[in-house]
């Protein structure tokens, strides 16, 4: 059974940074991509960063520049590296795993909160 175990969010003021990281447990036979998402209150849920099996990466316009995607195969974690944060950051962040039958995998979430 797969699991991803999100952690890292929390409550930070405008300009701060925070790292999130998602650890994943069982097996996936086939992994096409690794990602975050976020869903705002009252917003549908949105890609922010993905990192696909042969290393290209693809992020949300509002967060070019100022978040990282990263992953450590031997700990089977993916990170999201944010800084320079703003209020419109705010969100609870998933954690997604895309197999190649188009299969997505979820994570429970984070809450992110940016405020002063």
């Known amino acids: 059974q797969v699991q991803l175990v999100e952690s890292g969010g929390g409550l930070v003021q405008p300009g701060g940074s925070l790292r999130l990281s998602c650890v994943g447990s069982g097996s996936i036979f086939s992994i096409r991509a690794k990602g975050w998402y976020r869903q705002a209150p009252g917003k549908q849920r949105e890609l922010v960063a993905a990192?696909?099996?042969?290393?290209?990466?693809n992020y949300a316009d509002s967060v070019k520049g100022r978040f990282t995607i990263s992953g450590d195969s031997a700990k089977n974690t993916v990170y999201l590296q944010m800084n320079s944060l703003k209020p419109e950051d705010t969100a609870v962040y998933y954690c997604n795993v895309k197999d190649t039958y188009g299969y997505d995998y979820w994570g429970q979430g984070t809450q992110v909160t940016v405020s002063s």
């Open positions: 990192v696909t099996s042969t290393g290209s990466t």
